[in-house]
């Protein structure tokens, strides 16, 4: 199910991920990893350090672990089982973190952002990728359970927790709707 949520959601996770800026020395995390594909991207450009992944799911990191079987035995890759809001890292550990198509099923949104603040480093990148309100609208399977949002909505949680922000809409046949907000942490920020 998470593999073809990537294959779904293919453009939207490669726009997140681009605008990460991820280099050999990145310290990466995905919040919210799936299907992997993500992470499977930033392999691409992250060489010398672990990328990290988490998510909710006990499930989704079972299957993380057989997928990314390789790479977590080098030490490469970390899948862990964690809430977005009570991370297990250490305070500014990353300077880029990716958070794809996760925000609509935070039960408190501000708290989320605010513990993503705390792991992120001062000057990295947070990169929320979401469906739009609008758009998530046109999908009746999509109402139950999930968390309409918007790029004001998202800024203000990302803003309120001491990122600065900017919003990109997706223009392509099927992007159109979805959004990338790259959140930068303010460099000498707690």
Not at 27 to 44: K, V
Not at 94 to 103: G, R, S
Not at 127 to 147: C, D, I, N, W
């Amino acid at each position: 199910m998470t593999r073809l949520l990537d294959r779904g959601n293919a453009s939207l996770i490669k726009a997140a991920v681009s605008a990460a800026g991820l280099h050999s020395d990145s310290r990466y995390l995905d919040a919210g990893f799936g299907g992997g594909l993500s992470i499977r991207l930033a392999l691409r450009s992250v060489s010398n350090t672990p990328l990290y992944g988490i998510d909710f799911s006990p499930d989704v990191v079972r299957e993380g672990h057989r997928s990314f079987k390789t790479q977590v035995a080098h030490g490469e890759v970390a899948l862990l089982k964690a809430d977005v809001a009570e991370l297990p890292f250490r305070d500014g550990m990353f300077d880029a973190v990716t958070t794809i198509n996760t925000v609509y099923f935070w039960p408190e949104p501000a708290a989320a952002f605010r513990e993503l603040a705390r792991v992120t480093a001062p000057g990295g990148r947070l990169v929320v990728g979401y469906t739009g309100a609008q758009k998530m609208a046109g999908h009746p399977e999509l109402s139950t359970g999930f968390r309409h949002v918007d790029p004001p909505e998202v800024e203000a949680w990302a803003e309120a927790a001491g990122f600065s922000c900017a919003t990109e809409a997706l223009d392509g046949r099927v992007t159109t709707g979805d959004f990338v907000t790259v959140a930068t942490r303010a460099i000498g920020s707690r």
